[in-house]
T-cell receptor, first 115, second 112 residues
Framework: GAVVSQHPSWVICKSGTSVKIECRSL??????MFWYRQFPKQSLMLMAT?????????EQGVEKDKFLINHASLTLSTLTVTSAHPEDSSFYIC???????????FGPGTRLLVL | EDQVTQSPEALRLQEGESSSLNCSYT??????LFWYRQDPGKGPEFLFT???AGEEKEKERLKATLTKKESFLHITAPKPEDSATYLC?????????????FGKGTSLLVTP
């Protein structure tokens, strides 16, 4: 139980294009989903908290117009990296929190490479 | 400001050589402390949640303990397949969004 999927698992794109990453909770409903970014040899850094049906809350220093988050249902959140640049290349990981629980379950991650 | 410090940064053990990983934390009201395992190129895998000082949880060769200032992840008789990065994270009562604050992790290598 508590399985979270991400799609795609990796993506290569040209600078200036937009990339959408999907995060799905497969066997449970998630009131809240989270988006993290992880650079090589670094820990996870929270980018934003996404609540179903409402606007996402972004961490300080994260551009909300660049990283668009949509949480349209209790099982799906999407992160769109708009006008991607090489410095946006990273490992993006989502997590989902069970309703009434504190534990977050993580997806397998999406590796983004911007050329 | 909430802080999570993990030590050591890296640990190399021989198969069967037991050891402990440390996670020291300062938080304004602890809602929960979490341990995850992360393999290279993959998302973190949930291991344990601890809520209050004195609590302990076990799973196979792993045992997590919690005090008011730190948590330990004890690894008994590790095997090569236990090699991974172990992440500690705290969740504060003040955080209505249930966000996690992660430490930098301990990279564990178990050699045969």
């Amino acid at each position: 139980g508590a399985v979270v999927s991400q799609h795609p698992s990796w993506v290569i794109c040209k600078s200036g294009t937009s990339v959408k990453i999907e995060c799905r909770s497969l066997d449970f409903q998630a009131t809240t989903m989270f988006w993290y970014r992880q650079f090589p040899k670094q820990s996870l850094m929270l980018m934003a908290t996404s609540n179903e049906g409402s606007k996402a809350t972004y961490e300080q220093g994260v551009e909300k117009d660049k990283f668009l988050i949509n949480h349209a249902s209790l099982t799906l959140s999407t992160l769109t990296v708009t006008s991607a640049h090489p410095e946006d290349s990273s490992f993006y990981i989502c997590s989902a929190r069970l309703v009434q629980k504190e534990t977050q379950y993580f997806g397998p991650g999406t590796r983004l490479l911007v050329l | 400001e909430d802080q999570v410090t993990q030590s050591p940064e890296a640990l190399r053990l021989q198969e069967g050589e037991s050891s402990s990983l440390n996670c020291s934390y300062t938080v304004s009201g602890l809602r929960g402390l979490f341990w995850y395992r992360q393999d290279p190129g993959k998302g973190p895998e949930f291991l344990f949640t601890l809520y209050s000082a004195g609590e302990e949880k076990e799973k196979e060769r792993l045992k997590a303990t919690l005090t008011k200032k730190e948590s330990f992840l004890h690894i008994t008789a590790p095997k090569p397949e236990d090699s991974a990065t172990y992440l500690c994270a705290v969740q504060a009562n003040s955080n209505s969004g249930y966000a996690l604050n992660f430490g930098k992790g301990t990279s564990l290598l178990v050699t045969p």
